[in-house]
């Protein structure tokens, strides 16, 4: 059974980078054709898909926030992590990692981080 548990700071100030990592058990962030996502949910309002990491090392973002994110894996922990820069108070979400075989449709999440942006 494939386990995801997202970790790092809850409280990044404005104009800094959040960064989190996805720790993965009970499988390989390798195994063919897996995809490991980010996803967000500020408060109020619905699911936001970031980008994602494949199996392969290949990587896919959201138009939106393409020009600030970025994803990578660390294979020899079986973790992949979320980089966003310059971050605003509309960065204030729960942030959430997912793995599946389809991209936008994950069914394994993690339980969810709360970040705050705020000085």
């Known amino acids: 059974q494939v386990q995801l548990q997202e970790s790092g700071p809850g409280l990044v100030k404005p104009s800094q980078t959040l960064s989190l990592t996805c720790t993965v058990s009970?499988?390989?962030?390798?195994?063919?054709?897996?995809?490991w996502s980010w996803i967000r949910q500020p408060p109020g309002k619905g699911l936001e898909w970031m980008g994602a990491i494949a199996y392969s090392g290949s990587t896919y973002y959201s138009p939106s926030l393409k020009s600030r994110t970025s994803i990578s894996r660390d294979t020899s922990k079986n973790q992949f992590a979320l980089q966003l820069s310059s971050v605003t108070p509309e960065d204030t979400a729960v942030y959430y990692c997912a793995g599946d075989t389809t991209v936008l449709a994950p069914t394994r999440w993690g339980q969810g981080t709360q970040v705050t942006v705020s000085s």
């Open positions: 009970g499988g390989s962030i390798t195994t063919n054709y897996y995809y």
